[in-house]
């Protein structure tokens, strides 16, 4: 995208030469077409909002009033597409410093300028939408999605240029933080073309698939949209994003199986895909270099562990060494997901003898004797509680004390 300053000098070079300000190349100045009503009005507009953007201080809260907003709206409704470019590339100039509310009377001339056919007038309009959704308020994306832009930036997803689909699926992934707007999101359409953009694993076009893998996860955070990603086939594409190059996008994907794998009949497609191709490429992520790509992935294997066959399945792959490692990491949140992932394991009364035998009998009893985090206790407590017709009296007394004075202090 262009800078700030690329942006402002755009605008008052496009406006100025529609209004008559700046000279175009080989034309004479002293010169004067006759004009109708509409191209004075729309010249008239151009020449204020030249004037205004020219006076306004950079980096500061533009002053927005209805005059000018009006002479925005003349040059967004102009059947001139230099007019609506120049409109589109104002949109952004103002978009780009707002931090207040938006204006309502502000977001139908940029979805009018969403849906022209021009790409000069697309990209930065798709653009400014992104900078009101991203910089502005919560409030500003919930009258985003009321004012019917939804279905123009569904639209775009689909454009031939890569930088209108990555303006138009960023703007949805943040569209789509707010749980107001996910349901609205999903209902409009949009799950299959973002499905379509996480298809192309071009690393030229890792910002649209980090975009469209961001907005399928901040969708997937809703119980009722998770069977609609499921049955559009974002499972399938979830697990084989699991090997991108990219941790952003493998970060996603996990999270986005997490919330997945809640469901058991879910559960049940993500482990029959492909002769279980889900079980090795979680654990093989368990050794990421990435802490929150090795931790989402332990969580993945937590929810999946939820169902009995899944449990021998994980150990039968080879979970428990990578997971012993992660335990070890002294990170907490890597810590506090393994445990999370190791409870649901040690649930299976034939998982007993290879976490035993696993070295983990001693971190636990480590981690009950020496932490103070409710999460990491918890899940060790309920570990030990699976599995302590199997451990130590001493580990299972030290447990014990320890859930009397953890309800203690908590309680």
């Known amino acids: 995208h262009s800078s700030k300053k690329t942006y402002r000098y755009e605008v008052l070079i496009r406006m100025g030469t529609a209004c008559g300000c700046f000279p175009k190349k080989g034309s004479k100045s002293d010169k004067q077409p006759l004009l109708g009503h509409n191209e004075e009005t729309g010249l008239d507009s151009a020449k204020r909002l030249v004037d205004w953007l020219s006076v306004e201080p950079p980096g500061t809260e533009p002053r927005i009033t209805e005059d000018r907003i009006q002479d925005l709206c003349n040059l967004a409704y102009s059947d001139q597409i230099d007019r609506k470019e120049a409109a589109a590339v104002s949109f952004v100039e103002l978009c780009q410093r707002m931090t207040q509310p938006v204006p309502e009377m502000m977001l139908p001339p940029i979805i009018k300028l969403l849906q022209s056919p021009d790409y000069e007038v697309q990209k930065p309009a798709s653009l400014a939408l992104t900078h009101l959704?991203?910089?502005?308020?919560?409030?500003?994306?919930?009258?985003?999605?009321?004012?019917?832009?939804?279905?123009?930036?569904?639209?775009?997803?689909?454009?031939?240029?890569?930088?209108?689909?990555?303006?138009?699926?960023?703007?949805?992934?943040?569209?789509?933080?707010?749980?107001?707007?996910?349901?609205?999101?999903?209902?409009?359409?949009?799950?299959?073309?973002?499905?379509?953009?996480?298809?192309?694993?071009?690393?030229?076009?890792?910002?649209?698939?980090?975009?469209?893998?961001?907005?399928?996860?901040?969708?997937?955070?809703?119980?009722?949209?998770?069977?609609?990603?499921?049955?559009?086939?974002?499972?399938?594409?979830?697990?084989?994003?699991?090997?991108?190059?990219?941790?952003?996008?493998?970060?996603?994907?996990?999270?986005?199986?997490?919330?997945?794998?809640?469901?058991?009949?879910?559960?049940?497609?993500?482990?029959?895909e492909q002769d279980g191709l889900i079980f090795n490429a979680l654990i093989r992520l368990l050794s990421s270099c990435s802490e929150k790509v090795s931790s989402q992935a332990a969580y993945v294997i937590r929810n999946l562990a939820s169902a009995d066959e899944n449990q021998t399945k994980f150990v039968e792959h080879g979970v428990l060494p990578p997971l012993h490692a992660l335990i070890l990491s002294q990170q907490n949140s890597s810590i506090i997901a393994s445990l999370a992932a190791l409870r649901n394991l040690s649930i299976h009364p034939k998982n007993e003898t290879a976490i035993m035998e696993g070295g983990f009998p001693d971190l636990l009893s480590d981690i009950i004797k020496d932490s103070k985090l409710p999460d990491m206790l918890n899940h060790a407590i309920g570990t030990i509680r699976y599995r302590c017709v199997m451990l130590p009296l001493t580990m299972v007394y030290s447990a014990v004390l320890r859930v009397y004075d953890f309800l203690f202090y908590w309680c």
């Open 133 to 272: 959704a991203t910089r502005g308020p919560a409030q500003n994306k919930i009258l985003i999605v009321q004012s019917g832009a939804l279905s123009a930036l569904i639209a775009l997803l689909q454009s031939p240029h890569d930088d209108i689909r990555c303006n138009a699926s960023g703007c949805i992934t943040t569209l789509a933080t707010l749980d107001t707007t996910k349901r609205q999101i999903a209902v409009q359409g949009a799950i299959p073309p973002l499905i379509v953009l996480i298809q192309n694993t071009d690393i030229k076009k890792h910002a649209i698939l980090r975009n469209a893998t961001g907005a399928l996860l901040n969708l997937s955070h809703i119980e009722i949209n998770r069977y609609d990603l499921h049955r559009a086939g974002a499972s399938k594409e979830f697990m084989r994003l699991l090997s991108s190059e990219d941790e952003d996008v493998q970060f996603y994907s996990c999270a986005a199986l997490s919330n997945l794998a809640v469901h058991s009949s879910i559960r049940i497609a993500l482990t029959q």
